[in-house]
């Protein structure tokens, strides 16, 4: 997951973004960028993210968490 | 489930287009966003206009306007069809059918099996199968398979989840038992316990509209509308089409002993750009061979966004040419289908506005 954090701070369109950082505090934050993230998460992890499992997930560290822990 | 037919062709596909043009941007002031992060949505998805139907226009006025076209060209006999097959979920009556209205507007002969079906995104392939099984009939030679809807009527102006992506249109599709033998391959799949993902809440039997139904409500998103209006779970739908279309098309090819690069053209049914195109990099198929324009053009007309894309992309050129497509529509139902089949020496393939 080297890449996690350039790929979300692109999606979140910042330079680069810390794992506390809220999710739902970013400008751009809306359902494109969960829609975008949901992808970036079929595509590069092969893992399925529904809009509330993002949502829920709060922040940068916990959408990485979970990403992760629905890694097989 | 796969599917075979044997010795059937389309003839001819018209696409029926609302006149009536709508820019993104002249809506953008009814959504609860930034105008910047609309302009974002809007690059992201491919919206850019749609056609829309002017008040009091329904499904037949298209169809009808269609026929007539038709029949004027001296493409199309009243007395020929055999069959008439409308798809849609937007009819006029819940009884009678909206296929009887049209044949008796045409004055259509008696000899005819009309037939309405309720399918909305993969409507294209439902109504092909329909008219395949029918021309097993040795009385039917003919079908005219109609696909028609209006669900910008369903959806709120205020719902940037669906409004900006809705287009009105009705399709025309000459199908007949094929001069020459051939072997059309099919497969479909259904899951019903998603039949929430794309609906119109109220408005049938089970909850009659009402004005407790037509109260606009926000959604934690932050679009408006009421349970008569369209709503689409987007991200369920998304994950629905990542999951289940490659491999439907994976299984059609080897069934029909194809490779991906046999297949001419890709012409899935067209819910946004972003869609089409993680479909074709998910499917490792160019681009180009899966055309996505229908959307930022026209709109998407539920089951005519398949026929809409033949005649908008390869208009002419189907007249001249032959070519092996492979259709797929998926959404409302859960419903997933595809055909492989040729295109060739249509005797027509255009759009005409309405």
Redesign the interface.
Known sequence: MEKFNANIAEILEVDKVEMDDELSSFECWDSLTILSIIALSGENYNVTLSAAEVNNAKTVGGLKELIKSKMK | MNLKFYNKSITGILTVLPAKEIKFEDEMENYN?SAA?SL??KM??GYNKHRIVEDGVTISDLCIHGLNHLFEKGFLKKEEIDALILVTQSPEYFMPPTSNVIQGKLGLKQDIICMDINQGCAGFEIGLFQAFMLLEQDEINKVVLLNADLLSQKVSKRD??SNPLIGDAASVTIVKKSEKPNTIFANIKMDGTAFDALIIPAGGFKTPSSSKTAEMVED???NFRSLDNLVMK???V??FV??EVPPMIEQLLEKAKQTKEDVDYYMFHQPNK?MLN?LA??LEIPREKMPSNIVENFGNASGVSIPTAITFNLGEQLTKESSLICLAGFGVGLTWASILMRLEHLSFNEIINY
Do not use: E, I, S, T
């Open positions: 966003f992060k974002k949505l992201a998805m940037r989840n934690a998103a932050g987007g991200d369920d998304f994950n990542q999951r972003f993680k990099d998910k």
